[in-house]
């Protein structure tokens, strides 16, 4: 055979597939528009399957970025030694500024720190009678936005690693029960998401059963006829497809119209705290995979259906 | 083209085909005659691996159907038309729809399944029902339907079970008259039937059943 003839044979054996494909999503879509019914209450239950976890991940996601800013917010406290002389002082300041996880940093000489004192405590009567100044100087380290709680803690590992450092302190510890909690409501958000796409695949998975067993006169003839394995099982696949992709869609409008109810109140929320905080939507890729999601899902669903219980379907 | 060696099918207790063997030449039309219960139904199900026999064995085309994989199966189904007793066709779909499923299956190209149905259904005389439900037809329409259905990919072989079961006599001989066109054209037919002196009339070779055993071959007498 010519490379030509090999490229038409091909080009027909593909033209062919493609025609047999499009004429099982033809008969399937025929399926849904015959019996609308039980078709979209199945997708309604799997938009709605989908719809909680991403609209509880939007959430999490908003609180994310929202308290963005903040987590940051924490400052480390570097206790000198006593006795480090002022250009010292102002060399490790300029040192440690360099570093690219630190934004900036700020030094107290002894003096500052002891007027910080006295002006944030009860104490500068005590402090008067001492007749020395007993406070070290302080460099107090800003980090830069964004660094992850390991990142922090590495920076503050090399914080107390200079010999010129007596003591650390880290004023952190809102910072990570921030953390700790947002890990543990994701951990959840999850964990319900899992639940809920086996739910989707049993779903799915039971109305392609129920599917089979009304069309089992049709399978049965189709494999009399010389139907094969791959053929009969082509639309039940595509159903599963549709009723996921048809519930994806469906999330994607419930996680909108739940951004457009829950849209004023966090404005107003936000202008109260003079925030210029808005919801996000999922936007475009968020669709997607909830699409994607929803497809892949009914897919599977209907391919543990057609497994199970196509093959029982024998003409005798 | 298909020949059955020493071949038993045996449902629990019951031996429905008992020890049968006979060969069937290409384009040679043959009547299965017996009693209700003689089994010839379990005979003709076995050639398109509807079942599989309990002993002996089945050739089609030469292949030793023992032998075909599974996956071959289909492949065989469409070499071989069949029509049912009870017609087994889709209620929910057009006669047209219903003609037109063995194409579809075959993966023949969507522009020839409108000639192919179409002269399948004028070869039945039923062009002018080709948009109507199976349901609303009379028994020997659906027969006819079915019997489309059957020739529709023009397979080789053509396996009828009872294609005259309960219609009047005159409409049985037409009936058999469609069967004796395509067995004239090349098509192996095989025929189950109890409508014994329709069988005579008509004069073809005739294997009769007794309680699952051959009990009169007649190619045995010409030869
Ligand atoms: N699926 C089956 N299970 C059990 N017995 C069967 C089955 N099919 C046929 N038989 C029995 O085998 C015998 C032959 O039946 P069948 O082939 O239908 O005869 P015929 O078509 O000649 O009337 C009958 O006694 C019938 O009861
Ligand atoms: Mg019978």
Redesign the interface.
Known sequence: MSVAQQRNALRRRLG?WA??HG?SLTATLGQFRRSPGPSAMTAAVIGIALALPAGFLGILDNIESMTQPWRSGWQASLFLERDLATASQKELAARLDKRPEVATVERLSREQALAEFRRYSDFDRAVELLDENPLPPVLIVHPSTGLSPSATDELVAALDDHSEVERVRLDREWVERLHAMMALAERGVWLITALLGIAVILVVGNTIRLDIENRR??I??????????A?VRRPFLYSGLGYGISGGILATILVEAGRWILSPPVNRLASLYDSSFRLDGIGLSGAATLLAAGGLLGLLGSGLAVGRHLAAVE?? | MITFDRVSKRYRAKEAVANISFHIGRGEMVFITGHSGAGKSSLL?LI?L??RPSGGSVAVSGVDLAELPR?RI??????IG?TFQDH?L?GDRSVFDNVA??L????I??RETGRRVRAALDKVGLLNKESAEPITLSGGEQQRVGIA?AVVTRPPILLADEPTGNLDPSLSTEIMHLFAQFSALGVTTVIATHDLPLVEQLGHRRITLQAGRVAVDTARYSR
Request: hydrophobic share 40%; charged share 30%; no cysteine.
């Open positions: 062919a025609a047999q004429r006169e049709e049965v003839i189709t494999k009399l006829l010389g139907g094969t394995d053929f003409p005798a | 199900r398109p509807l079942e996956r289909p492949h065989l189904r469409r070499g069949i087994r889709l499923l063995p579809l299956v075959a993966g190209p969507y259905r």
